[in-house]
């Protein structure tokens, strides 16, 4: 027989999380940089959801698109309906890895939009996503 020690919480804390794997949601829907604006936006509307998490052939992210920013895009006067997500001008979006601390996490969404990152592994694959709390 084994004995299993249980340690009771109190109801009244909460446990702040520490690194962002600690801290992050689910990926959600990922796809791939050929993806046209308009098919992302269908993907994000489908999936009620304000990201996407934007993959190259390789299966390593790349970037992670916010509907604001497709919107942006698409109502630009250089806009056509062959705009692709690897066409999209950025910085590559926002990554952190597992175990970075929470703190650093959100000090750069603060000071970098869009207030969400991709959490990858060492081989650049998707996790999960951390968004800023409102």
Excluded: K, N
Excluded at 44 to 51: C, P, Y
């Amino acid at each position: 027989m084994t004995l299993v020690q249980t340690h009771s919480r109190s109801t009244s804390t909460h446990a702040v999380p520490r690194t962002v794997a600690d801290a992050m949601d689910a990926t959600g829907p990922q796809v791939w940089e050929d993806m046209t604006i308009e098919v992302a936006l269908s993907v994000m509307a489908a999936a009620r959801t304000g990201h996407l998490v934007v993959c190259d052939e390789d299966g390593q992210c790349t970037d992670l698109v916010t509907r604001a920013r497709l919107i942006a895009v698409r109502e630009s006067s250089g806009y056509t309906d062959r705009v692709r997500l690897r066409d999209l001008s950025g910085d590559g979006g926002l990554f952190a890895s597992p175990p970075a601390p929470v703190a650093e996490a959100e000090y750069a969404m603060r000071h970098r939009r869009p207030g969400v990152l991709s959490v990858v592994d060492d081989r650049g694959s998707a996790l999960g996503v951390r968004a800023l709390s409102r």
